[in-house]
């Protein structure tokens, strides 16, 4: 079976990396040779801005520069990683990816739509997601989750909760403008629930690829 790439989305505090590691594991018990990676982040340099975006909260960054710095990740992430793992038949698994931008730094940060879409066109170069899922929750419990875990938050954990409140609603409407590729998981259940949730997005899936494949 060909490769995919697929990406989770969801504000922190959603329990992404604990799915992410669900996901993974019901991947390879299939036989998917699965490749887990991050955004931004993924490669040296990836990684190197990861802590420019994410920690350097001393230093103001203009909300022009981080949607730069955000795409210039990408870029590498996608020719470093990506693509040549989908070439190689892989399945990708992306925490974040362009949907996460359009959330934080359209919904949070105010940038226009229509300036993160000439970017993204310039960056991806027709590269998108072959699934998502949205792990969705209401501000606050996402906020709760998160001061439970501890430790100093992000520039973006950081913010108010109408930053958040915001990201949240682009993130709505991506899932409404793209039902056939986002499917959203209300992650305020308990975890058996989304778990439960998960596992038969991820079967209807697998099960989708698998006739293309045949076909």
Known sequence: MNGALLSVEGADGCGKSTHIGFIAQWLRKRGAAVLCTREPGGTAVGESLRQILLHAAATPIADRCELLLMFAARAQHLDEVIVPALAAGKWVL????IDATY?????GRGI???DIEILEQWTHRA???DLTVLLD???EVAAARTRQRGGKP???EGQQADFKQ???RV?????ARFPQRIRVLDAKQPMAQVRAELNTVLATFWQQRQRAHEH
């Open 94 to 97: 992306c925490d974040r990816f």
């Open 103 to 107: 959330a934080y730094q359209g919904g």
């Open 112 to 114: 226009a739509a229509q």
């Open 127 to 129: 590269v998108q997601p």
């Open 137 to 139: 929750a209401p501000v």
């Open 154 to 156: 992000d520039r973006f």
């Open 166 to 168: 915001a990201v949240r």
């Open 171 to 175: 993130y709505q409407a991506r899932a």
